[in-house]
C-alpha cells in the first residue's frame, strides 16, 4: 500500500489543480527517506512549471519545463494539497509550495517513499526497468502468455514483479486472481493462451475498479484532498481469511508466497 490504484486516484485528484502552476518555496523536515531528498531540490524546482503529472506504475511523475519530479509514496505516504500555513503534524517531512498559495505535502510515517528531481526521468534507475502498464493496450492475454513462458516462479509472484507487470500489488493480485479463477500457487509457465487472456482481463478490470471506487483505504490511504477510499467493501478474498466464499461458500485460506498473504477459495481457484 499504496498500490497502482491508489497512485492513480492521487494523480487523477491533483492534476486539476497542479497543472499549470509553478513550484515556489521548498520545505525539507527530514530528507532521510528510503532514497534521500537532496539538498539541491529546492534550487532544481525553483520557478518550474507542472505542464502534466504522469504515473508510472506507482511512481507519480510531474513534467516540468526541463526535467521532471518524481514521487513514490512508499506503504505509507501521503501527498496532499493544503494551504501552506497548515498546522504542521508529526511525519510532514516535505511541503513542495506552489504559486497559489497551496503546497503538495508529503506526509509517511515509515519514510519509505521518495520525492526527487531528475533530468530525464524515463531514464532514472527507478523507472527505467519497468515493466508493462496494465492499463495500456500493450497489456493483453497475448503478452502475458509470452512473458510467462518458461517460468516456474507462482503466478502471483509473476505478476507482483514490477519487472514484468507494474502496479499490480499484493491486494489486487490476490483479487484478479480470483476472479480469474486460478490458484496462486500455479506456475507462470503453465499456464495456457486462454487462462492468460482471462487473467490479464480480470487484473485490467480490478484495478479500474479499484480506480473508480477511490482505491482501496485499510488503514491510511487517503487521495490527493484527504478523501479515503472504498474498494475494500468489494474485496472477495483479501484479509478475508476463514470467510465464506461469496461466490461458493468455501471459507476462504490464507497462506504464504514470496512473504505476503495469500488469500483464495480453494473451491474457486484450479
Wanted: contains cysteine.
Amino acid at each position: 500500500m499504496p498500490e497502482l490504484p491508489e497512485v492513480e486516484t492521487v494523480r487523477r485528484s491533483l492534476l486539476p489543480v497542479t497543472l499549470g502552476r509553478c513550484f515556489g518555496p521548498i520545505v525539507v523536515r527530514e530528507a532521510r527517506l528510503r532514497w534521500p531528498v537532496t539538498p539541491d531540490l529546492a534550487s532544481q524546482l525553483a520557478g518550474q512549471r507542472i505542464h502534466a503529472l504522469d504515473r508510472r506504475g506507482k511512481y507519480l511523475i510531474f513534467r516540468l519545463d526541463h526535467g521532471g519530479l518524481i514521487v513514490h509514496l512508499g506503504m505509507s505516504g501521503r501527498l496532499q494539497r493544503i494551504a501552506v500555513d497548515t498546522a504542521v503534524i508529526k511525519h510532514d517531512h516535505l511541503d513542495l509550495g506552489l504559486d497559489d498559495g497551496y503546497c503538495l505535502r508529503y506526509n509517511d510515517p515509515r519514510r519509505f517513499g521518495a520525492v526527487l528531481f531528475s533530468d530525464h526521468p524515463e531514464s532514472h534507475p527507478l523507472i527505467k526497468g519497468l515493466g508493462l502498464e496494465p492499463l495500456e493496450d500493450g497489456f493483453n492475454g497475448d503478452a502475458l502468455y509470452r512473458l510467462t513462458r518458461g517460468r516456474r516462479v507462482t503466478i502471483k509472484a509473476f505478476i507482483m514483479d514490477a519487472h514484468r507487470i507494474v502496479g499490480v500489488g499484493n491486494i489486487y493480485a490476490n483479487e484478479a486472481l480470483f476472479r480469474a479463477a486460478i490458484r496462486p500457487s500455479t506456475h507462470a509457465g503453465r499456464l495456457g493462451k486462454a487462462r492468460c487472456h482471462t487473467l490479464a482481463r480480470a487484473i485490467t478490470e480490478i484495478l479500474v475498479e479499484a480506480i473508480q471506487a477511490g482505491g482501496s483505504t485499510l488503514r491510511d490511504f487517503v487521495d490527493g484532498f484527504g478523501h479515503a477510499g472504498w474498494f475494500q467493501q468489494n474485496y472477495f478474498v483479501y484479509g478475508r481469511a476463514g470467510l465464506a466464499c461469496r461466490i461458493c461458500a468455501t471459507p476462504i485460506k490464507v497462506n504464504r508466497d514470496s512473504g505476503r498473504a495469500t488469500y483464495g477459495c480453494p473451491t474457486c481457484q484450479r
